[in-house]
């Protein structure tokens, strides 16, 4: 089984701060990485796939990037509601998420 | 619209047997994959198996002995099986919609299942 490795577990900013979260593969994932967003009680909602797409409705101050076994995810000038908890999932085998990152306000 | 909805007890002994089921509309279980994922109180995700368009189904090597997923196209639904329940498999348990170049995109608003005597 792939694993997925997701750094920090939690992150502390400011409004207005960029924020960047990392993920590396224990192999080659070509890619197929996505990111998701997700508040308490709320199922997970996607907002990155394939690396660097955003899905519909994610705003610009998200991005992705990378390749091969390393990834990172980044929000730039963050929001008040952009407090939450980010995943990442491998989906090049079978499926597989990072440990998660809590976004709190500093 | 497209909607996943899931169901089953709220409470089950240790060691009995979990049964849950996934409930789709507007998309078809021939043309997509439905995922069932877990998440324990406070805890991160975790990725329990899948069942594909085709038929064919897939389960993490932590849980595989204890899975079982089925599905019955006539009535749209997903069926998640798991026996020897224990305490550490309380949660929130969701299923997903999946295909390889959309993964993960519409998700169910789970169902809280504690075990416990």
């Known amino acids: 089984d792939i694993q997925m490795t997701q750094s920090p577990p939690s992150l502390s900013a400011s409004l207005g701060d960029k924020v960047t979260i990392t993920c590396q593969a224990s192999?080659?994932?070509?890619?197929?990485i996505a990111w998701y967003q997700q508040k308490p009680g709320k199922a997970p909602r996607q907002l990155i796939r394939?690396?660097?797409t955003l899905v519909s409705g994610t705003p610009s101050r998200f991005s992705g990037s990378g390749s091969g076994r390393d990834y990172s995810f980044s929000i730039s000038n963050v929001e008040s509601e952009d407090i939450a908890s980010y995943y990442c999932?491998?989906?090049?085998?079978?499926?597989?998420f990072g440990g998660g990152t809590k976004l709190e306000l500093k | 619209q497209v909607q996943l909805k899931e169901s089953g007890p709220g409470l089950v002994q240790p060691s009995q047997t979990l049964s849950l089921t996934c409930t789709v509309s507007?998309?078809?279980?021939?043309?997509?994959?439905v995922h069932w994922v877990r998440q324990p109180p406070g805890k991160g995700l975790e990725w329990m198996g899948r069942?594909?368009?085709?038929?064919?189904?897939s389960y993490n090597s932590a849980l595989k002995s204890r899975l079982s997923i089925s599905r019955d196209t006539s009535k749209n639904q997903v069926f998640l099986k798991m026996n020897s329940l224990q305490t550490d498999d309380t949660g929130t348990y969701y299923c997903?919609?999946?295909?390889?170049?959309?993964?993960?995109?519409?998700w169910g608003q789970g169902v809280m299942v504690t075990v416990s005597s």
């Open positions: 997903t919609r999946d295909s390889h170049w959309a993964p993960f995109d519409y």
């Open positions: 507007g998309f078809s279980l021939t043309s997509y994959n």
């Open positions: 069942m594909r368009y085709n038929g064919d189904t």
């Open positions: 192999q080659n994932i070509n890619k197929y």
């Open positions: 394939y690396t660097s």
């Open positions: 999932l491998q989906y090049d085998n079978l499926r597989t």
